[in-house]
């Protein structure tokens, strides 16, 4: 097993979120209610981090399952065909073990999300008490209030939405950085690395972001009432009401806050990585 990408995802997924933490705030609470008016209340640095803690706690042991099992899959299908570690890798096999990678998360990263996003959301009405008081209380009063199960809102969107989009993250930073690598080099240089990265992350976006919206939209469902039955029913409705094009609402901040994000995680990720299997 290939531990050292376990370890060095779950270092680079870290520091991911200091690094788009802020933009993930406004995304979030663009989805549900498109207002402009909304942000003014965002324009304060504590609103921005609302809710970091349990994301950043948890998203280590979402990325280091990301990039584990991404790396673990990926070597498995490469002796399945008989290949060697330093044989190239075949595209199939990368949108597949990046597919593995970002459903595996979903256990983990579920109940993590539908709180940071019930903690963001907060902020809309900024004249009322508050009715989570932290990550902890959130959680617990989920759990209590709508069951172990209100925990997993927009888990089947989740899968949706990290599956294809964890698939194409992959592909796309290995496409790149083999297109971009130097024929005397057999790692990419850290300018391809960080090209590599954000463009990876943007692709990801661009076909996740459809089913982000729809999971946004289940887990704030919760806060004033339950709104919507369900997946379906929540995608129907949403764009039975407001068109086809509400699927992509926040894909420019999506996109905005990928690329810097996800250079930032494949630099610390490929930096620990080297590090760990560097001869000692």
């Known amino acids: 097993m290939h531990l050292a990408d376990f370890v060095a995802g779950s270092v680079g997924g870290a520091f991911g979120v200091a690094v788009g933490y802020p933009l993930d705030t406004v995304k979030v609470n663009h989805h549900p209610h498109p207002h402009l008016h909304q942000l003014q209340v965002l324009y304060q640095v504590s609103g921005f981090y609302r809710g970091m803690s349990m994301p950043l706690s948890t998203v280590s042991i979402s990325s280091s399952l990301v990039f584990g099992t991404y790396r673990n899959v990926l070597h498995l299908l490469q002796e399945l065909r008989h290949r060697g570690a330093a044989d190239a890798h075949r595209k199939a096999d990368l949108f597949v073990s990046g597919f593995a990678g970002g459903v595996a998360q979903v256990l983990v990263m579920s109940p993590a999300d539908i709180v940071k996003v019930r903690l963001q959301c907060q ?24 069951g172990l199960l209100g925990l997993y809102r927009g888990s ?59 999971k946004a939209r289940l887990q704030v469902s919760g806060v004033s009432g339950r709104r919507y039955r369900g997946f379906f029913h929540c995608l129907s409705h949403s764009v039975r009401s407001e068109g086809p094009a509400v699927l992509f609402r926040g894909l420019t901040v999506n996109c905005i806050r990928a690329f810097p994000v996800n250079m930032s995680v494949f630099a610390m990720y490929e930096l620990v990585v080297r590090f760990l299997r560097s001869p000692s």
């Not at 902020?123 to 709508?146: F, M, N, Q, T, W």
């Open 156 to 214: 089947a969107a989740l899968a949706l939405r990290d599956g294809p989009s964890f698939a194409t993250y992959f592909l796309t930073y290995n496409s790149i950085c083999d297109a971009l690598r130097s024929t005397d080099s057999s790692q990419p240089g850290w300018t391809v690395v960080l090209l590599a990265g954000g463009v990876s992350g943007m692709c990801g976006w661009a076909v996740g972001t459809p089913m982000d919206v729809i």
């Open 123 to 146: 902020s809309e009405l900024p004249d009322s008490r508050p009715k989570y008081r932290g990550p902890v209380h959130c959680l617990l009063s989920i759990a209590r209030d709508e």
